[in-house]
């Protein structure tokens, strides 16, 4: 008797983890048929053009967003983006304001990656100014003038 009801349940048993592994294979199937279906919805809708000179987003997504590109133009006056320190978690929130409507979805940088950015865009700053300040050193003597204008004829003057 003990013998019959232990192959009985090793039958039971053998079913059940059948049914299991049915199950999570259809489930796994699935999954992947929602995964390829979501790949294909996002290639339908990416940008199939890539621009020749590229420009940041205007909404920042990303730390790479808040770096202004040399094709960018300027922001409006009243295009704002907003930082504040969250002391619970030391990290810093980053939201874009027009007005005082925010749009966009705010993201969060923790202190160390808020000091590159800080960094990064002061070191890009300030290149530009002393590359600013010697170009006009350079041509400071040299401006141009329609009316200074000489000419070498040689032999026909």
């Not at 030391?90 to 923790?110: C, E, R």
């Not at 950015?117 to 006009?136: D, I, P, Q, T």
């Amino acid at each position: 008797m003990k013998i019959r009801t232990l192959i009985i349940l090793m039958i039971l048993c053998a079913n059940a983890l059948t049914a299991f592994a049915q199950m999570d294979s259809t489930r796994s199937q699935r999954r992947r048929e929602r995964i390829r279906r979501e790949k294909m919805e996002r290639q339908l809708y990416r940008d199939t053009v890539s621009a020749r000179y590229p420009v940041s987003n205007v909404i920042p997504e990303s730390e790479k967003d808040l770096v202004k590109l040399p094709m960018d133009l300027r922001h409006p006056d009243n295009f704002k983006q907003d930082t504040t320190y969250n002391d619970k978690d030391s990290t810093f929130l980053i939201t874009t304001k027009m007005g005082n409507t925010k749009f966009g979805v705010p993201f969060i940088l923790s202190q160390e990656d808020y000091a590159k950015s800080k960094m990064r865009n002061s070191l890009y700053l300030f290149f530009k100014k002393k590359n600013r300040e010697e170009f006009e050193k350079l041509n400071n003597g040299d401006k141009f003038d329609f009316s200074d204008m000489q000419f070498d004829l040689g032999p026909a003057e």
